[in-house]
T-cell receptor, first 112, second 110 residues
Framework: EPEVTQTPSHQVTQMGQEVILRCVPI?????FYWYRQILGQKVEFLVS????????KSEIFDDQFSVERPDGSNFTLKIRSTKLEDSAMYFC??????????FGPGTRLTVL | DAKTTQPNSMESNEEEPVHLPCNHS???????IHWYRQLPSQGPEYVIH???SNVNNRMASLAIAEDRKSSTLILHRATLRDAAVYYC???????????FGPGTRLSVLP
């Protein structure tokens, strides 16, 4: 069964450093998403991406965040200058023209 | 913010049916009702979705009230693996993001 994969599973970084979280969506999907979940809190939407551009973003997704689909298979989330409050699980998801989103296993980001 | 209301937690015994309620009194005519669940230390997982009619799949059944202001996710025989947080979410169109609420934490007792 096709699945969304994410790397790394755990990323530790120093405050102020840049991080790139990587996702490989399901191959024939057209819609891509990033969500995050701070420990013990609800899943929060960050950004959606379709047709090589951002289609929607939340208030969380400020200028420190960017997304890219560099090579037609990967979908990345970059945080330019990490803050302590960026520590969370980051989930990538993808979907086709149906109502089901497939989520990856997540990347745990720890900012020290 | 999420437009649904769910109980914070529920408990069930293994092998028994579970009915997880969701209120969505402000649902619009084009909103689909989605259910996802999140097992411990995993990403959310699709369970089922529907618009007006009741729906069945291999995982669960979705019963939608006639006025669509509430719905119930039914797990026919709970297993220990069904212990998770269950999210009821409204969404109008595919391609839109999901707005997750706190969900219902289901505990399954052996």
């Amino acid at each position: 069964e096709p699945e969304v994969t994410q790397t790394p599973s755990h990323q530790v970084t120093q405050m102020g450093q840049e991080v790139i979280l990587r996702c490989v969506p399901i191959s024939n999907h057209l819609y891509f998403y990033w969500y995050r979940q701070i420990l013990g809190q609800k899943v929060e939407f960050l950004v959606s991406f379709y047709n090589n551009e951002i289609s929607e973003k939340s208030e969380i997704f400020d200028d420190q965040f960017s997304v890219e689909r560099p090579d037609g298979s990967n979908f990345t989330l970059k945080i330019r200058s990490t803050k302590l409050e960026d520590s969370a699980m980051y989930f990538c998801a993808s979907s086709d023209e149906s109502n089901e989103q497939f989520f990856g296993p997540g990347t745990r980001l720890t900012v020290l | 913010d999420a437009k649904t209301t769910q109980p914070n937690s529920m408990e069930s015994n293994e092998e028994e049916p579970v009915h997880l309620p969701c209120n969505h009194s402000t649902i619009s005519g084009t909103d689909y009702i989605h259910w996802y669940r999140q097992l411990p230390s995993q990403g959310p997982e699709y369970v089922i979705h529907g618009l007006t009619s009741n729906v069945n799949n291999r995982m669960a059944s979705l019963a939608i009230a006639e006025d669509r202001k509430s719905s119930t996710l039914i797990l026919h025989r709970a297993t220990l693996r069904d212990a998770a947080v269950y999210y009821c979410i409204l969404r109008e169109n595919y391609g839109q993001n999901f707005v997750f609420g706190p969900g219902t934490r289901l505990s399954v007792l052996p």
